[in-house]
Nanobody
Framework: QVQLVESGGGLVQAGGSLRLSCAASGRTFSSTSMGWFRQAPGKEREFVAAIRWSGSMTYYADSVKGRFTISRDNAKNTVYLQMSSLKPEDTAVYYC??????????????WGQGTQVTVSS
């Protein structure tokens, strides 16, 4: 339904910042809720943040609240994850997803390929 491509990952020192982007294709993007998840080695995929189709409401995991900001630009078919005050425990592959606003991966229909974020100490 929606094709997603993440970018912006890389290697950053603890305390640094990165902005992840997720470019979407599909004319229904503006009415689609979006989420960010991450998966560290040996761990299951976990919820990071979500944003409703209107952009009026956002949701965050407690572990990133106050440090990460999710936003979207429907005109550009893009969702962003601004990551600040990064910690080594933030190291993971980050995925964007399209679907319902939820912390459950099963509520998302489309997924990007993921982008690696590595935070060094």
């Amino acid at each position: 339904q929606v094709q997603l491509v993440e970018s912006g990952g890389g290697l950053v020192q603890a305390g640094g910042s990165l902005r992840l982007s997720c470019a979407a294709s599909g004319r229904t993007f503006s009415s689609t809720s979006m989420g960010w998840f991450r998966q560290a080695p040996g761990k299951e995929r976990e919820f990071v943040a979500a944003i409703r189709w209107s952009g009026s409401m956002t949701y965050y995991a407690d572990s990133v609240k106050g440090r990460f900001t999710i936003s979207r630009d429907n005109a550009k078919n893009t969702v962003y994850l601004q990551m600040s005050s990064l910690k080594p425990e933030d190291t993971a592959v980050y995925y964007c997803a399209a679907g319902s606003v939820s912390s459950m991966p099963s509520n998302y229909d489309s997924w990007g390929q993921g982008t690696q974020v590595t935070v060094s100490s």
